[in-house]
């Protein structure tokens, strides 16, 4: 049992190891990335219109909110260390001195101090892991977010273009003519530059999705595989609820990791759905005009 769950630690940190090294390799992209939206955010917000602050302000909060949600699993590794002395001490594990992961040092590894600095070693090793494992993560998840806002903020302008070439509002006089033709100029200028924005926008999904395609889809095959596992060990440590607790910290943190990808992956498809169904409602104010 206790080598099933060495493997399941084996798999993060090999995920780890491997976000870390994609991230490095491909860190002048990702900086050249986070450039570009943090320029967009601050041109759009020198705009001054309310409704797109209120957006990416919402967009802010998101991200950050799911990067301090992610610290509530920085314990995890800690828990998985401190618990077996625990229940070592009230007599619930087995005497035996073990480390929280399996391994073999030396001859003498059960045997003080050398048990002592092997255990905090592990335990700064798991903690290290946790950090490199999901710092990467959560700065994609991060770009996702900000992408899903800017989809958003183009849904805002693509609305507003349309209430100024609604046909249902009230016929002006003659003399005020020349002000609505003005109007109509600057809601297709305004649908124009709607247009490259949303150009911009999908020339930087691509991007993203270019950089973590891969990154997710290892992300993904590591969590299945540990999922089954932990399920399956926690299915036979009913009765053991030092093992029990153990697992299940483990597992919430990697359904995490998982939930976050698909959540906010989502907010970008449902953004450029509505972003299709704008542009269709305002092609049909267009030609009932």
Not at 173 to 183: N, S
Request: with cysteine.
């Amino acid at each position: 049992d206790k080598i099933t769950h060495d493997v399941c630690l084996m798999i993060s940190i090999i995920l780890s190891i491997t976000k870390f090294f994609i991230f490095n390799l491909r860190g002048q992209e990702l900086l050249r990335l986070v450039r570009k939206i943090d320029n967009t955010r601050a041109e759009q917000s020198n705009r001054g219109d309310s409704e797109t602050v209120s957006i990416l302000d919402a967009s802010y909060r998101s991200a950050r909110a799911v990067t301090l949600r992610m610290t509530c699993f920085g314990p995890v590794p800690a828990i998985w260390a401190i618990i077996p002395i625990i229940m070592r001490k009230v007599g619930i594990f087995p005497p035996e001195r073990e480390l929280p992961g399996t391994s073999w040092y030396t001859g003498r590894d059960s045997e003080s101090p050398i048990y002592e600095t092997l255990y905090v070693l592990q335990y700064f090793s798991m903690q290290n892991s946790f950090f490199t494992a999901v710092g990467p993560d959560l700065l994609f998840v991060s770009i996702i977010v900000h992408a899903a806002g800017q989809l958003e903020v183009l849904n805002a302008r693509l609305r507003r273009v349309g209430e100024m070439t609604n046909p249902h509002k009230q016929l002006k006089p003659q003399e005020e003519l020349p002000h609505e033709v003005c109007c109509e100029e600057m809601a297709w200028t305004d649908l124009c530059s709607c247009i490259r924005h949303h150009q911009a926008i999908i020339k930087l999904i691509n991007e993203i999705e270019r950089m973590v395609s891969k990154i997710v889809l290892l992300q993904f095959l590591g969590a299945t595989v540990i999922i089954c596992v932990t399920l399956y060990q926690s299915s036979k440590h009913t009765e053991n609820m030092a093992a029990l607790l153990m697992l299940q910290g483990y597992l919430g943190l990697i359904m995490y990791e998982v939930f976050m990808y698909c959540w906010h992956a989502e907010d970008i498809l449902y953004q450029l759905m509505s972003a299709s169904y704008s542009y269709y409602a305002l092609l049909r104010q267009v030609n009932d005009k």
